[in-house]
């Protein structure tokens, strides 16, 4: 893609305070992350999409996915770019991806993300996106979907330092927050939501095969 035809959607501010706290501390929280109406559109959809459109995690068969299930509770929904807001929201991350790139010369090569819903009483255990040199996800977004989220609904993100023993952040899932992180080296959780807590979560990758390893799959 030539440069003129990547949306310039996020400011340089946005962008210069991203690449300096990813620097710094390695994870961001970035509020009003996204014009209005794009996020408004994001809500619109994923509001659209039927029970049925959202599916378990898979992480293989039987045993495995039962394990899967005490680890996380919560459903989604791939975006491909079948739609025009999925296609701006894909737009922004390649903006992001091309600025980081300029700015930290990480090597990002792609993004992929999905719409997560968490029910009421649904969950994400402790895990780490990604687990150091078996994977080439290197750096987690979440892009947040619930307007008048209040604290007793709970669901809140908390990242941890990498050694666990420190808590870094805790997020309540509010509408138009953004949150990246590098994604090997913060364990977190999502706390049991007490109300219908939407996302999209998001991995940019780098163009790694990693012998013997197989990504965690689709
Ligand atoms: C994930 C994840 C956090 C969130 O999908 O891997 O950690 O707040 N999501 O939805
Ligand atoms: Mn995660």
Known sequence: MNESAISQT?????????ASALTESGYVLLSDFLPLHLTQSLLIEIHSLSDQAFKPAAIGRDNLQQLNEKIRSNTLHWLTGRTLVQQQYLGVMEQL???INRRLFMGL??????YSHYAPGDFYK???DAFKGASNRV???VLYLNPQWQAEHAGELQLYSEDQSQLL????????????FLSDTFPHEVKVTQRDRYSIAGWFRINATVAGQLDPPR
């Open 109 to 114: 090569f792609d993004f992929e993300c999905h």
């Open 97 to 99: 991806r091309v600025a």
């Open 10 to 18: 996020l400011s340089d501010q946005q962008l210069t305070q991203i």
């Open 139 to 141: 750096l987690s977004t």
């Open 126 to 128: 402790m895990h780490v």
């Open 169 to 180: 952040l805790k997020i309540e899932p509010k509408f138009n927050d953004c949150v990246l």
